[in-house]
């Protein structure tokens, strides 16, 4: 037989467990290499968290200034017609237009 894993076969991932099992000298630091790295990712998980929610507080800032500026410009109204396209006079037909004329020389 030789060594070499099929290439479809899937590695199994080794379970990250700590283990404190004392060995005859008392030794207690067996596995806190695996409890460094979980601690590590634990960490780096904590400060993406933190960014994550200090982007939102930023954009739930953002939302509540331009809905207080929605809010004071309904306030004002702001009714004017300057810059709206004007209404187009009403179109007069001959008989109004002949009595239009007609009225205004007697």
Do not use: H
């Not at 060594?3 to 199994?12: A, G, V």
Request: aromatic residues 2%; hydrophobic residues 30%; without cysteine.
């Amino acid at each position: 037989m030789t060594d070499k894993t099929n290439e479809n076969e899937q590695e199994i991932p080794k379970e990250n467990k700590t283990s404190e099992a004392k060995s005859d000298a008392g030794d207690t630091n067996v596995g806190k290499s695996e409890e460094v790295s979980i601690a590590e990712r634990i960490e780096t998980a904590n400060l993406e968290l933190k960014k994550n929610l200090d982007f939102k507080a930023k954009l739930l800032d953002k939302e509540e200034k331009l809905l207080a500026r929605q809010e004071v410009l309904r306030a004002l109204g702001g009714g004017s017609p300057a810059g709206l396209p004007t209404q187009k006079p009403k179109e007069e037909t001959a008989k109004e237009y002949a009595d239009r004329v007609l009225a205004g020389k007697q």
